[in-house]
């Protein structure tokens, strides 16, 4: 039976496999085109979406063969979106650090995310 929660595992895993994909074979259109809008974009409001996709992921984790990771996915997801919100100045140094990183660093965060997303989706 498909559920809202696995719908939401689907989309989760596909999202990161097409951004991973994004990230590891066009790393520079990545960088221009798509995060260049999140470089002044509030932090704390952005701090909610990690926290709601967390939340998400914990409530769909029993849907999932690698229910252990889905957890992690979702509790890292929550601790982000935390620092987002309570410390913006620090996470707004590793975003700087992100827009300054080199392809090599993007090609290498894409796989990883290809890797992960790729996972999600063999787990429903």
């Known amino acids: 039976m498909v559920t ?3 719908w939401f595992l689907y ?7 097409i951004t991973g994909a ?7 259109v990545a960088k221009n ?7 002044n974009a509030p ?3 952005l701090g909610v979406v990690p926290i709601i996709a967390g939340i998400l992921l914990l409530i769909s984790a029993s849907y999932n063969r690698y229910r252990l990771l889905i957890i992690l996915f979702g509790l890292l ?18 975003r700087d650090w992100w827009f300054k990183a080199s392809n090599g660093i993007y090609r290498i965060w894409g796989t990883v995310m290809i890797i992960i997303g790729s996972i999600v989706l063999i787990g429903i």
Not at 33 to 39: E, Y
Not at 79 to 93: N, P, R, S, V
């Open 77 to 94: 997801a929550i601790l982000k979106g935390a620092l987002c919100i309570a410390a913006t100045d620090k996470m707004e140094k590793m």
């Open 43 to 45: 932090l704390k409001k």
């Open 11 to 17: 989309l989760i895993g596909i999202f990161w496999v």
């Open 33 to 39: 085109k798509f995060l260049k809008k999140l470089k």
């Open 4 to 6: 809202v929660s696995t």
């Open 22 to 28: 994004l990230l590891a074979f066009t790393p520079e």
